[in-house]
């Protein structure tokens, strides 16, 4: 699983969560960058990683990402 | 003789007095106990050396002192009174009301027994008890500050805000910036406003109460303290309300948690960890509601918890939406449960006016069962000292206190940041200290 893969399928599901196709991930893309992005927002974007994945975070992984770039290397870890 | 011998006691209660300030409690102990020696029917030994063996933890021991001086001075108010606290702090209600029952029929002059009566009465729940009796005292006494507290907490329990509202102004009048009636004041407050906006919602066609609703939107000004950002995360809130979330929120840290924006009573929070929290966010058990500021809040219909979504925009599909936040519930409900097993996590509960020692222990041992967590429990300090203290209570139970708890008396908010965060950072270094038995956060 590349990370390439992993930013193009995530791409798909903050465009599901934020209804909008205009955004474009980048590693060091955090919440401060796109409107409207607050907890609920990341719990429907995590969900969404965990579904599409099949794998779980725990909270203590999900109180550690800082960034997209951080959520695409812990998805990469688990789903490898 | 008498008169020397008066002198004498004098002298040495002084002296205990002198020694227990300075912290020599042994020796205090000691002049007391020659005090005793000297007047075995003075009831002034057993009271004071009681009082400093119960100040000093040690309560059968001051049971045992004020039974002992109960047998030789028969009848002694202060006596009565003291004997009827050790059972009261310790929660033993049935003993407490009987001990309080006999302060009442001894000196109905004095308002200690009744206070003392309608205060077990309503930490047992018995409300329209305590309600009656209360009413009856009041006739009698009805400049006590104590019991108006109490008849206003009374109201509260029972969910009469009106009433509630008019009994903590007499509460207030009584006794001007007395922190829990401000604080009582404003849950009432905010309850009154809230049923008559749900009342113009009902009237309106908006779609039928949310009962419950914490609040409308409160914006909260973020600091730039990275330190503390990373201290405040490390905790989680379980309610009474979003106070503890908005802390978080001010020092930059936005953790993910099942109860951080809730309304959760100490019963309910216990009832959902009894019940390892099973069936909550079931579809069918999750309603939908919304306020006169068009926020959406669900209501977990099984566990009387109202959870805040935070969407004000119109939503084409609502059933659509109630669905897809049941899930999200379920979602951090099982994030909140693996957390529980894991142990080692330390729970925020900020514990409004009302909630009992036996509620919040309930909540303790609840937590507990889970694993080694820790329960940090918050309340409003009983006395100015207090504020800012954080005390051990047990085994994965801490307590801290705070000058004011939040909706303020007006329903606003007006959160002690800095004092949150001084709480917070002694509970840490508590929770390290006795690691590995509690994992700090």
């Known amino acids: 699983m590349t990370e390439t893969r992993i930013y193009s399928e995530l791409t798909e599901i903050f465009h599901d969560v934020f209804m909008r196709g205009d955004i474009v991930l980048r590693p060091d893309m955090t919440a401060d960058d796109v409107e409207g992005w607050d907890s609920f927002k990341m719990i429907e974007i995590i969900m969404g990683a965990e579904e599409k994945y099949g794998i779980k975070f725990s909270t203590k992984e999900l109180d550690g990402l800082g960034s997209v770039g951080d959520l695409v290397q812990a998805i990469a870890a688990k789903a490898a | ?441």
């Open chain 2, 1 to 441: 003789m008498a008169s020397d011998l008066a002198l004498a006691d004098s002298d040495l209660l002084g002296a205990a007095a002198s020694a227990a300030k300075e912290g020599r409690t042994d020796e205090a102990l000691r002049l007391l106990g020659e005090a005793r020696l000297n007047s075995p029917s003075a009831p002034g030994g057993y009271l004071e050396a009681g009082k400093l063996l119960r100040a000093a933890k040690r309560p059968g021991e001051a049971e045992a002192m004020f039974l002992e001086g109960l047998r030789r001075c028969p009848k002694r108010l202060e006596l009565l009174i003291e004997y009827a606290w050790v059972s009261h702090y310790a929660s033993a209600w049935p003993e407490a009301l009987e001990r309080w029952r006999a302060v009442d029929d001894e000196f109905p002059w004095h308002p200690a027994g009744s206070v003392g009566v309608g205060r077990v009465l309503f930490a047992l729940k018995r409300f329209d008890e305590a309600e009656d009796h209360l009413a009856r005292a009041l006739e009698r006494f009805p400049s006590d500050p104590h019991m108006s507290v109490t008849f206003a907490q009374v109201a509260a329990a029972r969910h009469e805000w009106r009433v509630a509202l008019e009994r903590w102004d007499v509460a207030l009048d009584l006794r001007p910036g007395d922190q829990s009636a401000v604080a009582g004041r404003g849950v009432a407050l905010w309850q009154v406003q809230l049923e008559a906006e749900n009342a113009a919602g009902a009237e309106a066609g908006d779609g039928g109460p949310a009962q419950r609703v914490p609040h409308g939107p409160v914006r909260i000004e973020r600091a730039a303290d990275p330190q503390a950002a990373a201290l405040v995360k490390g905790f989680e809130s379980l309610g009474e309300n979003c106070e503890f979330g908005l802390v978080q929120r001010r020092f930059g840290a936005e953790p993910l948690g099942l109860l951080r924006w809730t309304y959760t009573s100490p019963e309910s929070l216990a009832r959902l960890l009894e019940a390892r929290f099973a069936g909550l966010g079931e579809a069918d058990a999750v309603s939908l509601h919304r306020t006169h500021w068009k926020e959406y809040f669900l209501k977990d219909g099984r566990f009387g918890v109202t959870f805040h979504t935070w969407l004000t925009q119109d939503v084409a599909d609502e059933e659509a939406f109630r669905v897809k936040q049941a899930a999200r519930l379920r979602w951090l409900r099982d994030k909140l449960l693996a957390d529980l097993g894991e142990g080692g996590k330390v729970f925020v509960y900020k514990a409004h006016h009302g909630a009992t020692e036996a509620e919040i222990g309930r909540v303790a041992a609840a937590l507990r069962a889970y694993g080694p967590n820790t329960l940090f429990c918050v309340s409003l300090a009983d006395a100015p000292g207090a504020v800012g203290k954080v005390e051990k209570r047990g085994d994965g139970f801490l307590r801290g206190y705070l000058s004011r708890l939040n909706p303020t008396r007006e329903g606003q908010w007006d959160i002690p940041f800095d004092e949150w965060l001084a709480l917070c950072r002694q509970a840490a270094d508590m929770v390290e200290a006795a690691a590995p038995a509690t994992a700090a956060p």
